[in-house]
T-cell receptor
Framework: DVKVTQSSRYLVKRTGEKVFLECVQDMDHENMFWYRQDPGLGLRLIYFSYDVKMKEKGDIPEGYSVSREKKERFSLILESASTNQTSMYLC???????????FGPGTRLTVL | RKEVEQDPGPFNVPEGATVAFNCTYSNSASQSFFWYRQDCRKEPKLLMSVYSSGNEDGRFTAQLNRASQYISLLIRDSKLSDSATYLCNGNTGNQFYFGTGTSLTVIP
């Protein structure tokens, strides 16, 4: 079974804090993704990575950065959290050449 | 305009009913399509791929109409356990788009 894990299910941070969201997959997938999901807006792609140290901007990269130092791990960084970044963050991965994505359980981030 | 659009619903149907969802996409370069199911407070999980020739998996049928740029999902003989949000997904290879989801509640 493909397993994608995220470091926290729930997180509460204050405005201006630096926030790290970690994602790990155990299926040797080349591609990894970070989405946020908001009511009425659906899933929106923040960043994705197709290889170690490679990254591509998605639709809403502003206010976020990512890091992929190891194939199995993809981190999302909020340099200075703001209240409009309160959301559900979902990590996903897939294998090169396939488009089916496997999602982690999500991190519900609240920024106060 | 969103790349992928679907009716958010909610769809409330009785057990045993047949229900259909449509999803339109704007990028004609989209190559692959999927339906995902998302239960409340859970992550999306793949329900089925969508092939040009149409494909069936038990009570579920997915179809793709490239000329009109839409995909559909048909659920026959609805069960209570089908209650969830259904997300459509279209991909161009390096672009990945999800619809906002259609909420389905199957009523006893």
């Amino acid at each position: 079974d493909v397993k994608v894990t995220q470091s926290s299910r729930y997180l509460v941070k204050r405005t201006g804090e630096k926030v790290f969201l970690e994602c790990v997959q155990d299926m040797d997938h080349e591609n990894m993704f970070w989405y946020r999901q908001d009511p009425g807006l659906g899933l929106r792609l923040i960043y994705f990575s197709y290889d170690v140290k490679m990254k591509e901007k998605g639709d809403i990269p502003e206010g976020y950065s990512v890091s992929r130092e190891k194939k199995e791990r993809f981190s999302l960084i909020l340099e200075s959290a703001s209240t409009n970044q309160t959301s559900m963050y979902l990590c996903a991965s897939n294998s090169l050449g396939t488009d089916t994505q496997y999602f982690g359980p999500g991190t519900r981030l609240t920024v106060l | 305009r969103k790349e992928v659009e679907q009716d958010p619903g909610p769809f409330n149907v009785p057990e045993g009913a047949t229900v259909a969802f449509n999803c339109t996409y704007s990028n004609s370069a989209s190559q692959s399509f999927f339906w995902y199911r998302q239960d409340c407070r859970k992550e999306p999980k793949l329900l089925m791929s969508v092939y040009s020739s149409g494909n069936e998996d038990g009570r579920f049928t997915a179809q793709l109409n490239r000329a009109s740029q839409y995909i559909s999902l048909l659920i026959r003989d609805s069960k209570l356990s089908d209650s969830a949000t259904y997300l459509c997904n279209g991909n161009t290879g390096n672009q990945f788009y999800f619809g906002t989801g259609t909420s389905l509640t199957v009523i006893p």
